[in-house]
């Protein structure tokens, strides 16, 4: 069984700070995906990375995906109250068997008071 | 392009009951997934369905069953219900059977009481 451990659980900050969450893994993904979820809705697909090392950006918010293809981490920078959400990790895994068996992180609840 | 819908948005069933969830997939995708997510955590994946048959299975009793019709809509079904059934029930469609660029419905929120 693959799990994905995603840290810290709960983030609350203020406007204007910089914050990391981690997503960690013993197991290998042939993909990370990174969503951000608001309440009564699913989620919202943010960025799929697919290659170790790979680094992507959106605006104020940095994904990476490990070397060794196990973790990511996203890195919001100068986090804005519009940021507040959930945002979840989720795996794809490795090998041509389990087609659409996304394994999600228990997720981090972000709150960016004003 | 339409997104994903589900239907209904929210429902109460009494334990022992049966339930049909609904699921209309984002136009040109062939292929939904459906995930459980209870309060405070990520979803979990049920199974997944392309062209019609099931496609993968997480791990779910066999109480929880699906069905893709020719449209690529497809219907979860949940037998027996108990308690901690209650939860969030999100469909994802995908252009094909890959592990890229769901794009999920807002879900149903199940009571079991």
């Known amino acids: 069984t693959q799990l994905l451990e995603q840290s810290p659980q709960f983030l609350s900050i203020q406007e204007g700070e910089n914050l990391t969450v981690y997503c960690n893994s013993s197991?290998?993904?042939?993909?990370l995906q990174w969503y951000r979820q608001e309440p009564g809705e699913g989620p919202v697909l943010l960025v799929t990375?697919?290659?170790?090392?790979e680094v992507k950006k959106l605006k104020r918010l940095t994904f990476q995906f490990g070397d060794a293809r196990k973790d990511s981490s996203l890195h919001i920078t100068a986090a804005q109250p519009g940021d507040t959400g959930l945002y979840l990790c989720?795996?794809?895994?490795?090998?041509?068997?389990?087609?659409?068996?996304?394994?999600f992180g228990q997720g981090t609840i972000l709150t960016v008071h004003p | 392009e339409t997104g994903v819908t589900q239907s209904p948005t929210h429902l109460i069933k009494t334990r022992g009951q049966q339930v049909t969830l609904r699921c209309s997939s984002q136009s040109g995708h062939n292929t939904v997934s459906w995930y459980q997510q209870a309060l405070g955590q990520g979803p979990q994946f049920i199974f997944q369905y392309y062209r019609e048959e099931e496609n993968g299975r997480g791990n779910f009793p066999p109480r929880f069953s699906g069905l893709q019709f020719p449209n690529y809509s497809s219907e979860l079904n949940v037998n027996a219900l108990e308690l901690d059934d209650s939860a969030l029930y999100l469909c994802?469609?995908?252009?094909?059977?890959?592990?890229?660029?769901?794009?999920f419905g807002s879900g149903t929120r199940l009571t079991v009481v």
């Open positions: 994802a469609s995908s252009r094909d059977s890959s592990n890229y660029g769901y794009t």
């Open positions: 989720a795996g794809a895994p490795a090998g041509g068997t389990s087609y659409g068996k996304l394994t």
């Open positions: 990375v697919v290659t170790g090392g």
């Open positions: 197991s290998v993904f042939s993909s």
